[in-house]
T-cell receptor, first 114, second 112 residues
Framework: GAGVSQSPSNKVTEKGKDVELRCDPI?????LYWYRQSLGQGLEFLIY????????KSGLPSDRFSAERTGGSVSTLTIQRTQQEDSAVYLC????????????FGPGTRLLVL | AQSVTQPDIHITVSEGASLELRCNYS??????LFWYVQSPGQGLQLLLK??????LVQGIKGFEAEFKRSQSSFNLRKPSVHWSDAAEYFC??????????FGDGTTLTVKP
């Protein structure tokens, strides 16, 4: 079956521009996560959606970052006024919901801010 | 606050040798613990997970991990490493509310 997909796979932008990253979770998965992986670093938790509950935004690094999930499915991570330190791989994962469930990861979007 | 520490940034083992990757966590309640592997050019894949019960859990590809509450550890082991095991390994703790915290990863190199 189809896994988690993310688009674009690569994005190059200029400092100060806004970018939108998209995540299509596995059908039927109620939980969706966004992470950031900088070069040589682990995964940094950004935001977590579970069903219709209010998302856990505690990991968003600044108010330039926002995310939404429409219809409980597709999610968009938006970074406004991008900075060079935003350059990283942005990973999305989905699960059936519940903390014991396996997270299935997408291939990531590699963002480069010039 | 929850946290995960993987003390070894890089480990090199010979093919056929045993492997142990260390993971220490900090969490106030019973942790939900996971090990994921990220192979070059591939996405993260679950190796195994622990919630409760038997403290020794078996995973895919011949991996196992042991939960030791007294040491706040969840070390990953494999008796005999194969060249295809070369990858980056991440330990993670998930809270009751679903927040995931990953360690910085351990890169495994396998010598022929």
């Amino acid at each position: 079956g189809a896994g988690v997909s993310q688009s674009p796979s690569n994005k190059v932008t200029e400092k100060g521009k806004d970018v939108e990253l998209r995540c299509d979770p596995i059908s039927g998965h109620t939980a969706l996560y966004w992470y950031r992986q900088s070069l040589g670093q682990g995964l940094e938790f950004l935001i977590y959606f579970q069903g219709n509950s209010a998302p856990d935004k505690s990991g968003l690094p600044s108010d330039r970052f926002s995310a939404e999930r429409t219809g409980g499915s597709v999610s968009t991570l938006t970074i406004q006024r991008t900075q060079q330190e935003d350059s990283a791989v942005y990973l999305c994962a989905s699960s059936l919901g519940g903390v014991k469930e396996t997270q299935y990861f997408g291939p990531g979007t590699r963002l480069l801010v010039l | 606050a929850q946290s995960v520490t993987q003390p070894d940034i890089h480990i090199t083992v010979s093919e056929g040798a045993s492997l142990e990757l260390r993971c220490n966590y900090s969490y106030g309640a019973t942790p939900y613990l996971f090990w994921y592997v990220q192979s070059p050019g591939q996405g993260l894949q679950l190796l195994l997970k622990y919630f409760s019960g038997d403290t020794l859990v078996q995973g895919i590809k011949g991996f196992e991990a042991e939960f030791k509450r007294s040491q706040s550890s969840f070390n990953l082991r494999k008796p005999s490493v194969h060249w295809s095991d070369a990858a980056e390994y991440f330990c993670a703790v998930v809270s009751n509310a679903g927040k995931s915290t990953f360690g910085d990863g351990t890169t495994l190199t396998v010598k022929p």
